[in-house]
């Protein structure tokens, strides 16, 4: 039987070990974790070659994202990258002292802070979305359009599904060990 790829060699494998399992979650999964793990080195090393780290990206995008001033709430800011408030305290605190953010009083609320992008960030942002841009054009440089087109509505579809799956959070029962 041919393989046309690591994963198909996976699944024909776990078939005969264990032929009660449906794998057709596994062949699709699979090859997203190790998509995923392609475009984690090709982001990782798009955003190097710019100066920053993947998570300085994130949080420089998203005021970049925004237009000028480039300048966001912190609230907005844990809210796009998903992550905790004290986390997002530290990356800006982090970001300040690089010079590629500052803080200022938001004029709107005297106790609020915005976060405003520096002209360096805005610099290393932008030439890390090129890189980034270009690298994931490189990475897909095998679909067609009209496959690429297809595959972004799939993966915004199985996206959707996810956001809404609740794992299942009861425990496994073993057999007692004799």
């Known amino acids: 039987m041919k393989h046309d790829d690591e994963v198909d060699q996976i699944i024909a494998d776990w078939g005969t070990a264990r032929p009660d399992l449906d794998l057709a979650p596994l062949a699709i999964f699979s090859r997203l974790w190790r998509v995923s793990k392609h475009l984690d080195r090709a982001r990782s090393h798009a955003f190097e070659r710019s100066g920053l780290t993947s998570w300085e990206f994130d949080v420089l995008a998203v005021l970049r994202r925004g237009g000028e001033p480039f300048r966001q709430s912190p609230k907005v800011l844990v809210q796009q990258t ?5 986390t997002m305290t530290n990356r800006i605190d982090r970001l300040v002292d690089r010079g590629l953010v500052a803080r200022h009083t938001d004029p709107n609320d005297g106790r609020g802070v915005l976060v405003e992008m520096t002209p360096l960030g805005l610099t290393l942002v932008d030439a890390a979305m090129t890189r980034l841009s270009d690298s ?20 915004r579809r199985l996206a959707a599904s996810i956001d809404r799956y609740e794992p299942v959070t009861e425990p496994i029962k073993l057999p007692p060990s004799e």
Do not use: F, H, Y
Request: proline content about 4%; aromatic content about 0%.
């Open 82 to 86: 998903m992550v905790s408030s004290g």
């Open 136 to 155: 994931e054009e490189r990475m897909l440089g095998g679909l067609p359009r009209s496959e690429r087109d297809r595959l972004s509505a799939l993966l």
